[in-house]
């Protein structure tokens, strides 16, 4: 029989489980290990084996095995043995690029799983869905994705939308009532099914079926989860790598028949046949596929994966969680955050920043939920009687406080926790005080007394007192007598006229304002009746306190911030002013009444809007990105979805966030901090400038390699490097040195620099003018040397090893002397990346391992005397000065076009 069509009752028995206790944690392994884990069937992860194979499918490594092959075939064994090395290392370090970056996304996914409330061993926890077993009691309220199917036991109100399951748009009421007969899933009005969202009401529900046994699960419908598409970034690196790509093979192809012809070689082809021209043809065969090998940027979506997936990790030790790679891209590009005012902005958490009592004012001091502060009259400590309404704010009160081992946990209402933490600040220990002074009888809060009080008996005398609290017309309403300093005395019109002045005054300072009351308890006499005035407290969502600088640096950064709240017009220009929002203001309604052409030139000028609903997000979020703005967009509840998804950066609350908001993010907020948005878009910017670095490095130094080898066959000269050398560099410049570009520090001017353009690419003129110029001084550098040395050891022992080895090193110590040359366009000092100079030092030593030690037979390199890295270090230092100096003009040229 299906759970549907059993009461309730019944469903509980079956499945063994009792409604108040739930399962014990003893029969949830039980049951797991039988069932097995709340998770649909993944694809399958990619076998290390088969990612390190991965490393060898490419056309050009295809040729070069098999000029490899003619090689050994001829005899030329020590090369093709060294050749293959060097290709096993390139592959190895290929293969721990990629299985990093896979397990950075892997990590990703695994932050970013959802919870749920589940009762377990008599109390409620909040465990990882993937983690829940059948027979669960789940609790869910508005917001919640349901994770697994479940028949509901308890319903208040539930509404779910079943859309991504059945289709239907409109959302479906739940109930626990037995269904009767073979239904359809949706007329199964008792079930919840996984993936589908309460969109209204609360409820509890037993879980029925989990994983691929759920109707999501056998219709195979994934979840969703962190995507793995190409960013718009790698997918346009791809494509500008095989142009180059394409044009490098070109001339390699030209490089071959060049060398053939220089040698007489391609009249073999007709005389012999293919097969000996082939095996004439072996040097320059290999080192026309070896460039191509070298100078091809293969690397580049790699690389920038890892740069993203090392971005991810960093902004997750910030407090942001990214859950599409693309996003990173998006964050450098942002011109506008549009941010909530409660918990990002805010602390979200009600502080009491004043009181009136006794015809003063009382200041009250500290943040948020912390009871350490001073209470202080007039500078000075309060006195005894005026501790009074801090004490009725405590016992009037259904919140809870404690401190355990200097950690503070609190539940209940903002606004009753505020009293609670302001009555501690003077010493009243709430917890204690609430047992001693028994609750007798309490009046809840109403929307038309707008009043809330309680009868609690006094431990030291027997007596009882009623205790009240409200808005504070309300309050004085029921009150005919005042209390000040200790003496009650009836309550004039001019004492209410004075106190509702200065309510007014605590309003317009944004604070919400409270009144309170007290009289002695008569049995059978109306609790709010005749009570006597004690006075106000005001208080605030306090603003956290890094928000001030981190609008600053927005300001510096080029990015407009638009604060968006639902809270009336005081209080968002109040905390506006406190963080340094200046601009005019407007209410959601008033905005709304606007025509479109208003609206548009409204969205100008106002940067703080109240009373927001979400539909005025959306037209918020439309105005401006058609002004061609790139949009932040922050939101927690299920009616922020839509907002979320629109805007071009989706920004949901990691503590307060439903999961709604949280799955149509593209960024979580752990610490439902404005702050951490600001340290992502430093990041985001971050990620992209050493991309552009990388490219600039790698692109620079490939095309100095193709440059070298291709112009030295034009001027008819000997080979400057053999294929294994040009291999050597593929490993030890493209290597090591341009992955640690990517964990290069951010520059300190980066949060002062305007964003992005959207449209602009990461080879912008500005880059590849400098690409080709360093490429050209580079190969005048290392040509320059190799001529020196074809004259200057003509005729020597060693003469060609010589002068190739010259080459070759030159050039190495060129390309690393280049990282440098870069870092500084960003103001960066040269020991500033500990992985760089590592990387650098590394690469050094294995160049001068294979120049200096027996391994020089194997790479056809000699020793070089004294006058030989004189000479480098010569070139390489008018290398860098040309460099520089081309840096400055450029720059020179950039301010005056400005």
């Known amino acids: 029989m299906e759970f549907y069509n059993q009461a309730v009752e019944d469903v509980l ?121 059948r027979g669960d009691i789940i609790l869910l309220e508005e917001g919640n994705k349901v994770p697994a199917d479940a028949r509901v036991i308890e319903s208040n109100e539930i509404h779910v939308s079943e859309a991504s399951l059945t289709g239907e748009s409109v959302p479906v009421a739940k109930h626990e009532a037995l269904l009767q007969g073979k239904l359809v899933i949706q007329d199964r009005r ?9 969109t209204r009401g609360r409820g509890k529900a037993i879980v029925t079926s989990i994983g691929m046994e759920t109707e999501i699960g056998r219709i195979a419908e994934m979840i969703t989860e962190v995507d793995e598409e190409l960013t718009p970034l790698q997918k346009r690196l791809g494509s500008l790598g095989r142009k180059i790509g394409l044009v490098t093979i070109l001339i390699c192809i030209v490089v071959f028949f ?8 391609i009249p073999i082809l007709f005389s012999q046949g293919l097969v000996e021209f082939v095996f004439a043809a072996k040097v320059w065969f290999l080192t026309a596929v070896s460039l191509a090998v070298a100078a091809v940027p293969e690397g580049l979506p790699a690389i920038v994966t890892i740069a993203l997936a090392i971005g991810v990790r960093k902004m997750v030790k910030r407090n942001a969680l990214i859950r599409r790679l693309p996003s990173v891209e998006t964050l450098g590009e942002a011109t506008v955050i549009c941010s909530d005012k ?57 919140a809870s406080l404690e401190v355990h081992k200097k950690k503070i946990n609190v539940t209940g209402d903002p606004t009753e926790l505020a009293l609670l933490v302001s009555a501690e600040k003077i010493g009243i220990k709430t917890k204690k005080i609430s047992k001693s002074w028994n609750r007798i009888a309490e009046k809840p809060f109403d929307s038309v007394r707008k009043m809330m ?80 005035f004690v006075g106000l407290q005001g208080m605030i969502d306090p603003p956290h306190h890094e928000v001030k600088d981190a609008i600053k640096r927005c300001e510096e950064a080029g990015i407009r911030v638009i604060m968006i709240t639902g809270d009336n017009r005081h209080t968002a220009e109040a905390i506006a002013r406190e963080i ?35 539909s005025h997000k959306m037209i ?79 692109l620079s130094c490939n095309l100095g390699e193709v440059f070298v080898i291709f112009f030295a066959i034009l001027f008819g000269w000997p080979l400057p490097m053999t294929a294994i050398m040009l291999l050597w560099l593929n490993l030890v410049t493209d290597g090591l040195p341009a992955l640690a570009l990517s964990v290069d520090p951010n ?140 840096q400055a003009l450029r720059n020179r040229m950039n301010l005056l076009r400005a």
Request: with cysteine; proline share 3%.
């Open 13 to 133: 028995e079956s499945l063994n489980v009792n409604p108040d206790q739930g399962l014990s944690t003893e029969e949830v392994e039980n049951r797991r290990n039988i069932h097995g884990s709340n998770e649909l069937k993944k694809k399958k992860k990619t076998n290390p084996l088969v990612l390190f194979i991965n490393q060898f499918r490419s056309f050009i490594i295809y040729i070069l095995l098999f000029a490899v092959a003619i090689s050994a075939i001829s005899g030329g064994y020590t090369d093709a043995t060294v050749i293959l090395i060097i290709l096993l290392f390139n592959a190895v370090f290929g293969f721990i690029q990629e299985f990093k970056a896979e397990k950075a996304i892997e990590a990703l996914r695994k932050i970013s799983g959802l919870n749920a409330r589940v009762l377990r061993n008599g109390k409620v926890e909040l465990v990882d869905t993937k983690d829940i077993v």
């Open 190 to 198: 008792n079930m919840l099914f996984s993936g589908t969202t309460i």
């Open 258 to 265: 060049a060398g053939v012809a220089k040698e007489g070689i």
């Open 342 to 398: 409660t918990g990002t902005l805010t602390r979200n958490e009600m502080t009491v920043r004043t009181a009136y009592t006794n015809l003063k004012q009382i200041d009250v001091e500290g943040e948020g939920y912390d009871i350490k502060g001073k209470v202080l009259s007039l500078g000075e400590p309060i006195d005894k009687e005026s501790e009074l309404i801090f004490k009725i704010g405590a016992l009037c009160n259904n």
């Open 453 to 532: 009080s309680t009868v609690n008996v006094d431990p030291e005398t027997g007596r009882s007192y009623v205790f009240a609290k409200g808005a504070p017309e309300h309050v004085l309403e029921k009150c005919d007598r005042i209390i000040i300093n200790g003496n009650i005395r009836k309550l004039t019109p001019e004492d209410k006229e004075h106190i509702l002045v200065r309510n007014e005054e605590f309003a317009k300072q944004a604070l919400r304002v409270l009144g309170f009351a007290y009289k002695k308890h008569h049995k059978g006499e109306e609790l709010e009746k005749n009570l006597i």
């Open 580 to 614: 340094g929002i200046e601009a005019e203001s407007m209410d959601g309604p008033e905005f709304s009444k606007l025509s479109e052409p208003e609206q548009a030139k409204a969205i100008e000028r106002v940067s703080i809007f109240s009373r927001v609903e979400p």
């Open 620 to 698: 918020i979020i439309k105005l401006l990105e058609r002004k061609g703005e790139v949009v932040a967009m922050t939101g927690d509840g299920v009616n922020d979805a839509p907002a979320i998804k629109r805007a071009d950066l989706g920004i949901s609350m990691g503590i307060t966030g439903t999961d709604v908001a949280k799955e149509s993010s593209d960024m979580v907020l752990l610490d439902d901090n404005f702050t951490s948005i600001v340290n992502s878009v430093e990041e985001g910017r971050g990620i992209y400038e050493n991309i552009r670095k990388f490219v600039n490095y790698l």
């Open 747 to 886: 520059p300190t001017d980066l949060m002062k620099r305007p964003p992005k353009k959207t449209k602009e690419g990461i080879m912008n003129k500005q880059i590849m003018f400098h690409i080709i110029y360093v490429s050209v001084l580079i190969t005048i550098g290392v040509l320059s040397l190799f001529y020196w040395g074809i004259n200057h050891y003509q005729g020597t022992e060693n003469y060609m090893d010589k002068i190739q080895t010259l080459a070759f090193t030159t050039i190495v110590i060129l390309e690393l002397v280049r990282l440098q040359a870069i870092r500084s366009e960003y103001r960066l000092g040269m020991f500033s990346n500990k992985y760089l100079v590592l990387a650098v030092i590394t690469s050094l030593l294995l160049q001068l391992l294979i120049i200096y030690t027996p391994l020089n037979v194997f790479f056809g390199t000699v020793y070089l005397s004294l006058t030989d890295w004189v000479m480098i270090i010569v070139v390489s230092a008018a290398v860098l000065v040309m460099d520089v100096f081309g």
